[in-house]
């Protein structure tokens, strides 16, 4: 099982990566990033009840670490050519997307991902 807590940033986002393509997957509609997040924390049991708790940086800032590994969790399948943005805000599936089956195809989706992310 994984452990959310104990991952590291690039382990979590991989994490997310496949969640949030089961996730619109699942719903079959385009989503906005904080219905894609709200789908998670209500159907991904391996995400602790804690998550979302706000952190405060050094300069003051809050924010919220989950939110923000799920955005670059998109913005990864975006550039792996997995999702695209049809307005600002919203994440619909790509037709690649729509085809990847994660339990055949999430190595061919990862390596998607990091070639693209090198361009």
């Known amino acids: ?40 924390l209500k159907h991904v049991d391996e995400l602790p009840a804690n998550v979302t708790k706000l952190t405060t940086s050094k300069k003051g800032s809050v924010y919220s670490d989950f939110q923000i590994r799920v955005n670059m969790s998109i913005t990864s399948l975006y550039k792996g050519g997995l999702v695209d943005h049809p307005k600002r805000g919203v994440t619909e599936l790509t037709q690649l997307g729509k085809n990847i089956n994660l339990n055949t195809g999430r190595k061919h989706m990862h390596k998607l991902i990091v070639e693209r992310w090198q361009k």
């Open 1 to 40: 099982m994984f452990d959310y807590t104990t991952a590291t940033r690039d382990q979590k986002e991989e994490f997310l990566q496949d969640k949030i393509l089961i996730c619109l997957q699942a719903t079959k509609q385009p989503m906005t990033n904080a219905q894609i997040r709200e789908y998670l």
